[in-house]
């Protein structure tokens, strides 16, 4: 193995394993200061069952992304060096910033996990803003140190060191489309798996309204924030087409420049003969979506040479499964919505059934979210190949020289296996139902007010 | 002051404040280790439960300041960041998987009731990564000062002097030592745990000891492998070294007479005094005989910026810092 797919496979595997964790810590926050508030406004026991057992779950995501990241920190300049001796100063500020993000995240978690007995509930309620805001502003100023790599905006020299215009970056309109579909993404991995759990739950006989508090606020949340992902992710492809031609030629496979350019859907490509086997092309279909008329032009791939072409069948079978996906979750809301609709009308509660199908659907939202999340990712990071910073520096330029990462892959990949596979036994550990003395509340849908006990500090 | 010498500054004082505080949650990880030997075995639970109580609410915080440098070098001085990264690979990754196994194994056994490992496991494999930490950044930091360091050299060279191996060691021993004094004024603030105060008041005092030892067995090795910095350590630290030694004699004697308050103050100083003196002999040099902090900077439109960065975020985040730590030493109110 050279050293520069080492570190490739190394980057590629700790950044999704940072990822799939990190989305919680900015999704949960958010959930839970809705299901905190809602106990404090009513007093209703199920809420405060479900935020405790959320903050214990949250707790330990929160702890395995931090530590993943600071992984990611010292992996910069393991694995990257060239990159970040020539770029380092360049992004530093986004880093700097995210690091003050992340400590203030930090920080309040303390309180938050600590807190019950040392705050008043609504102190304790008012934590959480901090956690979640920070949360945000770190997807924010790490996507865009991402988005520059990919569009590379205000770059400038200054004794002979590359600069960045802390001001343009933030003009970026590919770092604003990223971040936005990024955000709505954490949020909806969050939701979808939420919604997973409680459906898992519910579908094993435990039908009592814990369940449905929790499956309702993870399934509006998936739900919800779909069509909002469809209308970013369209954005985000616009932009791409202008600032990436090349990655959005990957995504769709089209090899040749024109105009009447189809949209395939499905299939794989063929980097030797440039076809797509098996997709069902929709005519005129992406010269349509980026122009809206069936003359807008579309630059292929056939504009570059091989050594500058990314990995078209990755990236394209990628692509496929984020938008698969995702369209997967935007059927399902649409139904939801219709169905919603029609029981509203004919007074009808449950507004959603707590049908097979339904609990069914619920838990595909979850493993969907994520597959969409990490497959726009690949899109992201493959599309761009083979730069490291889009247009100005080689990925094979930017590696480590060090003929020692071969064990650094192995190791990296078996501690983290080692840790998600604990982590998983974890979480179905805590995944135990509703708290006993909620159990009298059983099958009423009405709220039932309970004093809330005295639990372990680590409860 | 130029921008390059206040984003110095801002490591160094980050870099203390890692020392100190993650120091001690490390060294607290270490006593864990520890709590089932020597005379005070039947007490073994309860020192461990007064650790992890003790480490719960701050360690994630205190994790950040490490961040905190690893993002301020890259920034501010990029040139250097790479050739530190790849020289000390070795040192480097092995105190990642310390900290990556550390972090997990902690909420693992916390929040984990046995699901996956015994909650034994998970502590021995907290306390194994707790001593392995400070151990490998004690050898990085002190092979930044031997000169021997340059990108492509063997991945061994941070092991291969003595002096760098006995820095490791100084740096289990001193967070040890911290961790000690810290939790002898936390097990004196309860009825319930002041029966631990004489325990760790003994490891107190037995790592100080301990400590002293290794930097007067390291002190010739400093002057063969990392010539330059010694020289200037003798000549510029000194005031510095005399403090540090100072407050260790003086932790010594607070702990003896059971002021526990005022042995933090005196151990953090003596920390504080030997780093410091560390730091100051070290400049201008990154990399001895590699780079300067001149040369590595990044370029002056950058570093301004970060400098404005830096005032801001820490307007924010010291307070926050503050409160945390006022908000879990004041007394508990009703659980809701």
Known sequence: MSGVDAARIETAFSLSFHILFAVFGVGMPWLLLYTEGRWLKTGDASWYALT????????????????????????????????????????????????????????????????????????????????????????????????????????????????????????????????????????????????????CGMLRGRRDRYHRLGLNVGLWTVLGLTPVQMFLGDWSARVVATT??????????????????????????????????????????????????????????????????????????????????????????????????????????????????????????????????????????????????YGRMLVADAASKSGGLGWSVVVTILIYVGLAVALLLILRKLATGAPPELAAADGEDEPKPVAPQAEEVLA | MTAVNLMLVVIILALLAYALLAGADFGGGAWDLLAGTGKAKDGAEDQRKLISASLGPVWEANHVWLIFVIVCTFSAFPAAFGDIATSLELPLALALVGIVLRGAAYVYRAYGEGASLPDQWWSRIFACASVLTPFMLGVSGAALATG?????????????????????????????????????????QQPDTHHLVAVFRRKAIGAAVASGLVVLVMLPFFYHDAPVVAHRFTDRSLPLAAFSALCGFGSLAVLWRQRFLLARVTAAAAVVGVLGGWAVAQYPDLLVGRYTAQQAAAAPSSLDAMVVAMVAGMAVVIPSFFYLLRVFTAPVLEEH
């Open chain 1, 52 to 199: 405790r057992k959320w903050a214990r779950v949250g707790a330990v995501l929160f702890a395995i992304g931090a530590v993943s990241g600071t992984v990611l920190s010292f992996e910069f300049g393991l694995l990257w060096p060239t990159f970040m001796a020539t770029y380092g100063g360049a992004i530093g500020l986004l880093f700097t910033l995210e690091a003050f993000a992340f400590f203030l995240e930090a920080i309040f978690m303390g309180l938050y996990l600590y807190g019950w007995k040392r705050l008043t509930p609504r102190a304790h309620w008012l934590t959480l803003w901090p956690i979640a805001i920070s949360g945000t502003l770190s997807t924010l100023f790490i996507v865009f140190a991402n988005s520059w790599m990919n569009d590379p905006v205000g770059i400038g020299v200054s004794h002979g060191r590359i600069t960045a215009d802390p001001l343009a970056i933030f003009r970026s309109s590919a770092g604003w489309s990223e971040v936005t579909h990024m955000f709505v993404a954490a949020m909806m991995c969050t939701g979808g798996a939420v919604a997973a759990v409680y459906a």
């Open chain 1, 244 to 389: 990436q031609p090349l990655k959005l030629a990957s995504m769709e496979g089209v090899y040749q420049t024109g105009t009447h350019v189809p949209l395939t859907i499905g299939g794989f490509y063929d980097q030797h003969t440039h076809k797509m086997i098996l997709g069902i092309p929709v005519p005129d279909g992406l010269s349509m979506l980026l122009g809206y008329s069936p003359n807008t032009k579309v630059t292929g791939l056939d504009t570059t040479t091989v050594a500058d072409t990314p990995p078209v069948a990755v990236v394209h079978l990628a692509f496929d499964s984020m938008v698969g996906c995702g369209m997967l979750v935007f059927a399902i809301a649409g139904l939801a919505a219709l169905t919603w609709w029609q029981r509203r009308r004919k007074g009808l509660s449950p507004r959603i059934p707590h049908t097979k199908f339904w609990l069914w659907a619920a838990i595909l939202t979850g493993p969907a979210s994520a597959v969409a999340m990490l497959g726009g990712w690949e899109v992201t990071e493959g599309g761009r190949q083979p730069w490291i910073v």
């Open chain 2, 148 to 188: 021997k360091l340059r990108p492509g050299t063997s991945p061994l060279v941070p092991f291969q002097s003595p002096f760098t191996v006995l820095a490791g060691l100084l740096a289990v021993v001193v967070t040890a030592f911290l961790a000690a004094v810290y939790l002898c004024y936390d097990a004196a």
